[in-house]
Nanobody, 120 residues
Framework: QVQLVESGGGLVQPGGSLRLSCVAS????????MGWHRQAPGNQRELVAA???????KYADSVADRFTVSRDNAKNMVYLQMNNLKPEDTADYYC??????????????WGQGTQVTVSS
């Protein structure tokens, strides 16, 4: 089992950047596909980005040219660099881990989330 804790959320102006971090404990993330989901008020939770054990990546179309997901297995951490943020990126962001493959990624473990608000 793996425990996940996110950090790095906050308030940012449109066009700004944030870097979310996720630290894992209890198990090495090298065994998992890692992902970031988000959920805005009134919306369903959606996959933002996921990175496989081998480093393959997929993004939601809405963030593909603005967000970058990365992992550091040695530090047991996953990151989400978010650039050119838009008000529609406002949501709670969740780090997660799963044993499924990237193409049909389904998270098994979830963090508590970190809030991102994009507003002027």
């Amino acid at each position: 089992q793996v425990q996940l804790v996110e950090s790095g959320g906050g308030l940012v102006q449109p066009g700004g950047s944030l870097r979310l971090s996720c630290v894992a404990s209890g198990s090495s993330i090298s065994s998992y596909t890692m992902g970031w989901h988000r959920q805005a008020p009134g919306n369903q939770r959606e996959l933002v980005a996921a990175i496989s054990r081998g480093g393959s990546i997929k993004y939601a179309d809405s963030v593909a040219d603005r967000f970058t997901v990365s992992r550091d297995n040695a530090k047991n951490m996953v990151y989400l660099q978010m650039n050119n943020l838009k008000p529609e990126d406002t949501a709670d962001y969740y780090c997660n881990a799963g044993t499924s493959r990237l193409y049909n990624y389904n998270a098994d473990y979830w963090g508590q989330g970190t809030q991102v608000t994009v507003s002027s």
